[in-house]
């Protein structure tokens, strides 16, 4: 097994370990608890919030300094013990090596040649850090009387990883020694560096993660330290922010779903090794086999010997992967942002667009994405501003009018047009919308790019303003789409052009430009969520009804009837609660 564990108490830069009495502790905890249990800010007042919460924190830390537990030495000492814990564990470990790959970090390098779909790497399941590990380990016993464990599988798999860590004769070990000691997720970035995305929509988002990780942490913080079922735990005696700071981002860069045993649901896991591979666009090529009990994944592509290995994260926005995995994608062919769209109650006509639209599988109040590419709209948003801008003669002949629910399937077909007028309004709704987010920000896009030059931005200021050019271009990008239809849909309109009808073929067709579309709205899954679900974050017990269970499909969605295998999409599983 390599190197015995080395354990040990983080000093101080005096030299010793900070000198806190329980109860002055316990007081501060409590404090942090409260503020972070209040009631939702007011809009505009999330960053006061957050500036108190973040005020409460570093003073805590303050007082816990020396007190983190970590191993000696640097991770790439602990990689060949890796290899040889899963070697010894029956991974498959011939064909590739750990390798430092610059600015992208350590991933996997092949050592020989690797061809396109060939399984080059499984992981059996008594190497995997699960909900279930941590319930048969020294954790079982408070797990079984925490509702909030329970509940939330990643804090579990957090807490797990925290008490594997002090226990000298943890199996996990090799494994937990080759994590890295820090982050690049935002619960790392400095108070100036979040400050960088203050006025973008990832902002929101970056400001929950971190009051809700901070209340977790003065939750069971007060838990293991009053619990009688903790008090054979060792983080009694070191349970620092910071040592959950790191659990919370080792789970949440890594965490996947993966079926029990018996496949009769899904659990969170942590896949040691695999979670060494870095992502690029593609497909997801990961499953778990069960009849062989074990996780495997093959090529993405072709790699010739000592190229990089890398692996398909998901159809991630460059928010979610920095906000979750610490890293902002430049060529993210999945990037998007989202809008809130509702139709007033107040509304005239709102009983009969209501109806329209529920009619079409759509909710009179969503979040959708605008996209990074063309067109930046999806069906389902084509047909919601559709319906939105229609008049009440074109509402009534959609509700009443002859073949009026065949109709309903054109509405997300951008080959069948409501009317001219009815896509002038559409596009110019876009183009407005679009062009007042973007004033919303507090810099410009040249702004940004001059900021990116310079050479002594951190790392974690680069991503900042990274993602927030990202979303200003994908705006762009929509005002300019929305100009050009409009004027397009104008000149049809001068032109007399007739409207184009639909054909009792067609009526099944939603969008012609993608053969992952040709469904009735109503009988696809929505990429929309009902407004709040999605950017709503409130309390932790929330979290797991937002989980996706993704295995069992394919990347583009349809099922998969293998009688032994279950897909598991890469990391995506959300710690925002």
């Given at each position: 097994?390599?190197?015995?564990?080395?354990?040990?108490?983080?000093?101080?830069?005096?030299?010793?370990?900070?000198?806190?009495?329980?109860?002055?502790?316990?007081?501060?905890?409590?404090?942090?608890?409260?503020?972070?249990?209040?009631?939702?800010?007011?809009?505009?007042?999330?960053?006061?919030?957050?500036?108190?919460?973040?005020?409460?924190?570093?003073?805590?830390?303050?007082?816990?300094?020396?007190?983190?537990?970590?191993?000696?030495?640097?991770?790439?000492?602990?990689?060949?013990?890796?290899?040889?814990?899963?070697?010894?564990y029956g991974a498959s470990c011939e064909c590739f090596t750990v390798a430092n790959f610059g600015a992208e970090g350590y991933g996997l390098r092949a050592t020989k040649d690797i061809k396109a779909e060939e399984l080059f790497l499984?992981?059996?399941?008594?190497?995997?850090?699960?909900?279930?590990?941590?319930?048969?380990?020294?954790?079982?016993?408070?797990?079984?009387?925490?509702?909030?464990?329970?509940?939330?599988?990643?804090?579990t798999l957090a807490l797990h990883l925290l008490c594997e860590r002090t226990n000298p004769e943890s199996p996990w070990l090799p494994y937990i020694r080759s994590l890295p000691q820090e982050y690049d997720t935002p619960l790392y970035y400095q108070q100036d560096e979040v400050q960088l995305l203050l006025g973008t929509q990832a902002v929101q988002d970056v400001l929950s993660q971190y009051?809700?990780?901070?209340?977790?942490?003065?939750?069971?913080?007060?838990?293991?330290?009053t619990h009688p079922a903790a008090n054979k735990l060792a983080l009694k005696d070191c349970f620092t922010f910071d040592d959950y700071r790191w659990a919370v981002s080792s789970v949440m860069t890594r965490q996947n779903q993966i079926p029990t045993e018996d496949g009769s649901r899904v659990t969170l896991a942590l896949i040691p090794l695999w979670d060494m591979c870095n992502h690029t666009n593609g497909l997801i090529t990961t499953g778990y086999n069960l009849e062989d009990d074990r996780c495997e994944c093959v090529a993405l592509q072709d790699y010739k010997e000592n190229e990089q290995i890398y692996i398909f994260y998901g159809t991630r926005s460059n928010a979610e992967l920095v906000i979750h995995n610490g890293f902002f994608f430049q060529d993210n062919a999945h990037d998007r942002v989202k809008i809130k769209l509702g139709v007033s109650k107040s509304e005239r006509l709102y009983a009969m667009k209501?109806?329209?639209?529920?009619?079409?599988?759509?909710?009179?109040?969503?979040?959708?994405?605008?996209?990074?590419?063309?067109?930046?709209?999806?069906?389902?948003?084509?047909?919601?501003?559709?319906?939105?801008?229609?008049?009440?003669?074109?509402?009534?002949?959609?509700?009443?009018?002859?073949?009026?629910?065949?109709k309903i399937f054109t509405l997300g077909n951008s080959e069948f047009p409501v009317s001219w007028d009815n896509e002038i309004k559409l596009w110019t709704f876009l183009e407005t919308r679009a062009t007042l987010l973007l004033q919303t920000y507090k810099t410009t896009s040249e702004e940004d790019r001059s900021m990116l030059e310079k050479p002594d931005l951190s790392v974690h200021s680069r991503v900042a303003i990274q993602l927030r050019l990202a979303e200003k271009q994908i705006l762009e990008k929509t005002s300019a789409s929305g100009q050009a239809k409009r004027l397009h849909f104008q000149k049809k309109l001068e032109e007399g052009a007739p409207i184009p009808r639909y054909e009792e073929s067609d009526i099944a067709l939603l969008e012609n430009s993608d053969?992952?579309?040709?469904?009735?709205?109503?009988?696809?899954?929505?990429?929309?969520?009902?407004?709040?679900?999605e950017i709503e974050v409130g309390e932790d017990s929330h979290l797991l009804n937002r989980a996706k269970v993704l295995y069992g499909l394919e990347a583009n969605g349809e099922p998969v009837l293998e009688e032994n295998k279950a897909k598991v999409k890469s990391r995506d599983c959300l710690w925002l609660a």
């Open positions: 097994m390599g190197k015995k564990s080395r354990v040990k108490t983080q000093k101080s830069g005096s030299g010793s370990s900070a000198v806190v009495s329980p109860k002055e502790m316990m007081n501060l905890i409590s404090e942090l608890l409260q503020k972070c249990s209040s009631a939702t800010p007011s809009a505009g007042k999330e960053w006061e919030e957050y500036i108190q919460i973040r005020g409460l924190v570093e003073k805590i830390r303050k007082k816990q300094k020396g007190l983190s537990v970590v191993f000696e030495g640097s991770r790439q000492d602990y990689f060949s013990d890796l290899m040889s814990w899963a070697q010894e499984w992981i059996p399941r008594k190497m995997l850090m699960t909900v279930e590990s941590a319930q048969n380990s020294l954790l079982g016993p408070l797990y079984n009387q925490d509702r909030i464990m329970q509940a939330m599988g990643n804090v009051k809700n990780t901070a209340r977790q942490y003065a939750y069971f913080y007060k838990l293991v330290q209501a109806e329209v639209l529920a009619r079409a599988g759509i909710p009179s109040s969503c979040v959708f994405a605008l996209h990074c590419n063309e067109p930046p709209i999806s069906a389902q948003l084509l047909a919601f501003l559709r319906v939105f801008c229609m008049t009440e003669e074109e509402l009534k002949d959609y509700l009443l009018g002859e073949h009026a629910i065949n053969a992952d579309a040709k469904l009735p709205i109503i009988l696809r899954k929505l990429e929309e969520v009902e407004e709040g679900q």
